[in-house]
């Protein structure tokens, strides 16, 4: 009776690179839906076109005298009506 010996088939070595970290970041980053919800709340006001509201909150006139008299809380008032 004769030993045969069988070789192993040669094991490729992994060629799969590792991922981005940014991609690595967003696939752990979207499992946490209340986490994307957050982003997308955030984002939303930050690119936020402006507007009259928010120019009462910056403190300048728009150009309403409404506005303008509700900006200003004494009573003096500087509003122009046409």
């Given amino acids: 009776m004769t030993t045969e010996t069988m070789d192993a088939p040669a094991v490729a070595a992994p060629t799969a ?3 981005h970290p940014l991609r690595e970041f967003w696939g ?3 499992a946490n839906h209340g ?3 957050g982003l997308v709340v955030i984002v939303t006001v930050v690119l ?3 507007g009259p509201d928010t120019a009462m909150l ?3 006139d728009c150009g309403s005298p409404l506005t303008t008299i509700a900006m200003l809380p004494d009573e ?4 122009t009506v046409a």
């Fill in 48 to 50: 936020k076109p402006p």
């Fill in 28 to 30: 752990y980053f979207s």
């Fill in 35 to 37: 986490a994307v919800a």
């Fill in 76 to 79: 003096t008032v500087y509003a």
């Fill in 58 to 60: 910056a403190g300048t």
């Fill in 17 to 19: 690179t590792p991922p």
